[in-house]
């Protein structure tokens, strides 16, 4: 379960990722986000379908208890969502895991208050590919054409991706300025356009206008939330912290809401 191999290429050539780059997008949301969620639950099917008994992969389910909860739900959804899947492979891995926190219970209050604090195999795969597609795009938008791929794509990178993007192409260093400049100019185009979609569908709304709303004008608030936000099965929203100094405005929330 790793990222692409670095495989060889010539300078400029279209490689593998760089398909599955111009692949997610033909879709208009985060590319990355996109390719993250398919690669989240690729992991948790290969879990599945291939490493049952595989003595490894169990010594790392094991350190978590089978996954973070997150994570632990979606593997019992796609199993749900699975005919073919008898439910034999999660009893084996869960009697397991359940094994493994009984021992841990009856062995005293450290060990038991230390099963399962181990970190999530998903959720550390995704982040290896999550920083292997930062970089892949930051690449390729140097090498090849992907970044006037981009630009006639309806695509747009989430802020948070955007950001990674940029920093992966500061990194580059000199031989990336050129890119990106032109990265931050398409990017701005592409949220320009979204704010005319927006501001055209608020127009419309007047009785006095006579103009029908497009589908693109409808769902362009729905696009918004994914520039803004990510997408909403994308794993990346998981490493989203609260920062220490809005703590407070959201207690003031949670306590309206309660
Ligand atoms: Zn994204
Ligand atoms: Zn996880």
């Known amino acids: 379960m790793r990222f692409l191999k670095r495989t060889r290429r010539k300078a400029g050539a279209k490689d593998l990722i760089y398909a599955r780059l111009e692949e997610a997008m033909e879709r208009p949301e ?9 690669a989240e639950r690729g992991l948790i099917e290969e879990i599945l379908y291939e490493h049952v008994q595989d003595p490894v992969v169990r010594k790392q389910l094991r350190s978590s208890l089978g996954l973070c909860p997150y994570h632990a739900w979606l593997l019992h959804d796609i199993t749900l969502s699975r005919p073919e899947m008898d439910g034999l ?14 021992e841990a219970l009856l062995s005293g209050e450290e060990q038991e208050a230390e099963a399962g ?76 356009s979204l704010i005319k979609l927006m501001k055209e569908y608020i127009r419309k709304q007047d009785y006095r206008v006579k103009e029908g709303v497009t589908a693109d004008e409808a769902r362009a608030w729905r696009v918004a939330l994914q520039v803004l936000k990510g997408g909403r099965n994308s794993p990346s929203i998981l490493s989203y912290k609260i920062p220490r100094s809005k703590k407070g405005i959201l207690a003031r929330f949670s306590r309206k809401v309660l």
Do not use: W
């Open 89 to 102: 492979g999660v009893t084996i891995i869960y009697e397991d895991m359940l094994s493994t926190y009984l």
């Open 30 to 38: 985060c590319p990355i986000c996109f390719l993250l969620s398919k």
């Open 117 to 192: 604090n181990g970190p999530c195999i998903v959720c550390e795969h995704v982040r290896e590919f999550e920083v292997g597609y930062v970089e892949a795009f930051a690449g390729r938008v140097v090498e090849t054409g992907l970044l006037t791929t981009y630009d006639k794509s309806p695509a747009i990178l989430c802020v948070r991706h955007y950001r990674a993007v940029r920093d992966a192409l500061k990194r580059i260093g000199s031989g990336a300025t050129e890119a990106m400049e032109r990265l931050k100019a398409v990017q701005a185009r592409k949220i320009e």
